[in-house]
C-alpha cells in the first residue's frame, strides 16, 4: 500500500492522472477548479465595484451595440469581439452594475473552461495554484468584469495552447482539436494581432512537423475570429495593409521601442501608461514581475529533467512571443497588455512552486514552503494595495464624467447632441451625445462638418481648465465643470412653421 502510495504522489508530480478509481480524482480535481473559478468571480463583485462607470475604451465598445449613446468613433486597431460579448445586455439594458455581474460571472466560466483543458497535462493542485495565482493579479480581477479584449485573449491563449498540447498527444481527440479552433477564434475575435504574437509559436510548429490537422485547426480558427476584421478592413479602411499601417500609427509607430520600464510604471495602478512618465515604483510593487520568469526558467529545468518539456515549453514560448510586442514594440504600456503572457506562464510558474515546496516522494519541505508562503502573503497583500487604489481613482474619474454629462444636460446639450474635445468619447457616452474630433487617432470629422452640425443639434467642445477651445468654439460661452471647460454652442435656431 506505501508502494502504492508512493507511487500515485510521485505520478502527480510528473503530471499523470492518478492510479486508482479515476473518478473521485477527477471529482476532486473538478471541484478544485470550480472553486478557483468561483472564488475569482465572487472577488470580482467584492473587490471591483459593480456600479463602477464605464472606462473610455468600454464606452467605445459598449456604444456600438447599447441604447445609452450613438456609436462611438471605432479606430482601426480594435476588433468587434467584446461589442459582440457585451450584446446580450447592453443591447436591451443601460445598467452598469448588470454590465459587471454578467462579465464577472462570464470571466470566471471562462477560466474555468480554460483550466479544465489542462487536465492529465498538469496535476490538479497545479492546475488550480495556477488559476489562483492569474485570478489574484490586480490587473486580472480589475479587467475581468470589464468590457475589455484582452482578459479573454488571456482566457484564449490557455484554452487553445491546452487543446494544442491535447490534440498532438492523441490524434484521435477531436474535441482538443475544436478547443484548438475555438481558443484561435475567440482570440482573433477580441484582438487578431494579439492572436497571431500568441500562436506563433504554434504556428512553426505545426508546419515544421507538418501536423496538418492541427494546421487546419488552428489556421481555421484564426481566420474564423478576424474574418469581420479583415472584411471590414476592405469595407472601410482601403484594404488589410492600410488597416494594419493605420493601426500601426495610432499606436505610436510599431517598431524597436523598449517599453519595459514603462511596464514597470504601469504596475502602480495606471490603466494607460501614455506619456508613461515618472518614478519607478515601490520594490514591493514590482517584485513579482522579476520573479516570474525565474520561476518560469526553474519550470523549464524541471520539466526537461524530468523529460515532460512539452507541457511547459510550448507556454512559456507562447507567452513570450505574446509579451514581445508590448515589451519591444510600442512606446507606451498598459499592464492589460501583458495578461495573456501572465496566464500562459501561471501553470508552469504554479508548478515550479510546488516543486520547490515537496520533496519527490510528494513531503513538504517545512522551511521552504513557510518562506513561499510569506512571499505569497505579501504578494497577495500589494495586489490587494493596488487594486484598490486603482479601483477608488477610477471611480472618482467615472464619476466626473457622469457629473460632467449631468452639467452638460443642464445647459441644454441633451440627445441628440455632439461633444468634440478633451474626453469627448466617454462625456459624450455618459451625455448621450455622438462625439467627433478633427485630428489625433480618433479623428472622424473636420471642421466644417462641426459647424454644420451645431445648426441642427445642441454642440460643446469640452477642453482642460483654462486650455485655448478650438477655433471654431473661441466665441462660446464657457462654463466650468468637473475638471473641464465647456464650450457650449449657441442653440440651433428653431425652426417655427406649421404644426
Known amino acids: 500500500m506505501a508502494h502504492g502510495t508512493h507511487a500515485m504522489l510521485v505520478g502527480l508530480r510528473r503530471g499523470e492522472p492518478a ?12 471541484w478544485l477548479l470550480a472553486a478557483v473559478a468561483g472564488a475569482f468571480t465572487l472577488a470580482q463583485l467584492l473587490l471591483v465595484r459593480p456600479g463602477m462607470g464605464l472606462g473610455w475604451d468600454e464606452t467605445v465598445y459598449v456604444s456600438q451595440v447599447g441604447t445609452q449613446a450613438p456609436a462611438a468613433f471605432f479606430s482601426a486597431p480594435r476588433a468587434r469581439g467584446v461589442s459582440l460579448l457585451v450584446a446580450p445586455v447592453a443591447s436591451w439594458s443601460t445598467s452598469t452594475e448588470l454590465l459587471r455581474v454578467y462579465l464577472a460571472v462570464l470571466s470566471g466560466l471562462g477560466l474555468y473552461l480554460a483550466l479544465r483543458v489542462w487536465r492529465g497535462l498538469f496535476p490538479a493542485r497545479v492546475l488550480a495554484l495556477g488559476g489562483a495565482l492569474f485570478a489574484s493579479l490586480w490587473i486580472t480581477l480589475f479587467y475581468g468584469p470589464q468590457a475589455m479584449p484582452n482578459h479573454w485573449v488571456a482566457v484564449g491563449a490557455l484554452a487553445c495552447v491546452g487543446c494544442f498540447l491535447r490534440a498532438r498527444a492523441d490524434h484521435r481527440d477531436r474535441a482538443a482539436l475544436w478547443g484548438v479552433a475555438v481558443g484561435a477564434a475567440l482570440m482573433a475575435w477580441m484582438r487578431p494581432t494579439d492572436a497571431v504574437w500568441v500562436t506563433l509559436p504554434l504556428l512553426v510548429l505545426v508546419v515544421a512537423a507538418r501536423w496538418w490537422r492541427l494546421a487546419v485547426a488552428l489556421l481555421g480558427g484564426l481566420l474564423t475570429g478576424a474574418a469581420e476584421w479583415v472584411i471590414e478592413a476592405y469595407a472601410d479602411y ?3 495593409g492600410r488597416r494594419l499601417s493605420e493601426a500601426s500609427d495610432i499606436q505610436g509607430g510599431l517598431g524597436w521601442h523598449l517599453a519595459v520600464d514603462d511596464q514597470l510604471r504601469s504596475l502602480v495602478g495606471r490603466a494607460l501608461c501614455r506619456p508613461c512618465t515618472g518614478p519607478m515604483p515601490n520594490p514591493a510593487v514590482m517584485a513579482w514581475w522579476f520573479v516570474l520568469p525565474l520561476l518560469a526558467a526553474v519550470a523549464l529545468v524541471v520539466a526537461v529533467r524530468a523529460r515532460r518539456p512539452g507541457p511547459t515549453v510550448l507556454p512559456v514560448a507562447c507567452a513570450t512571443t505574446a509579451a514581445v510586442p508590448y515589451l519591444f514594440m510600442i512606446g507606451y504600456a498598459a499592464p492589460r497588455f501583458l495578461l495573456p503572457a501572465y496566464a500562459l506562464l501561471a501553470l508552469p510558474v504554479a508548478a515550479a512552486l510546488l516543486h520547490m515546496v515537496t520533496t519527490p516522494a510528494g513531503r513538504w519541505r517545512p522551511v521552504v514552503t513557510a518562506l513561499v508562503g510569506v512571499g505569497l502573503a505579501g504578494h497577495l497583500a500589494v495586489q490587494y494595495a493596488v487594486l484598490d487604489r486603482t479601483v477608488d481613482r477610477t471611480t472618482a474619474d467615472r464619476r466626473d464624467w457622469a457629473r460632467t454629462a449631468a452639467h452638460l444636460h443642464r445647459l441644454g446639450v441633451r440627445p441628440p447632441c455632439l461633444l468634440t474635445g478633451q474626453e469627448a468619447i466617454p462625456v459624450g457616452y455618459y451625455t448621450g451625445c455622438s462625439s467627433a474630433a478633427t485630428g489625433g487617432p480618433n479623428a472622424n470629422s473636420t471642421r466644417a462638418d462641426i459647424l454644420r452640425t451645431t445648426r441642427r443639434v445642441p454642440t460643446a467642445a469640452l477642453t482642460r481648465p483654462g486650455a485655448t477651445p478650438p477655433s471654431y468654439a473661441r466665441t462660446w460661452e464657457t462654463h466650468r465643470s468637473a ?8 442653440p440651433p435656431a428653431r425652426r417655427d412653421g406649421p404644426g
Not at 492510479?19 to 473538478?30: D, K, L, N, Q
Not at 475638471?483 to 449657441?490: E, K, Q, S
Open 238 to 240: 482601403g484594404g488589410l
Open 483 to 490: 475638471g473641464l471647460d465647456l464650450h457650449i454652442a449657441p
Open 19 to 30: 492510479p486508482g478509481p479515476g473518478t473521485s480524482w477527477r471529482t476532486r480535481g473538478e
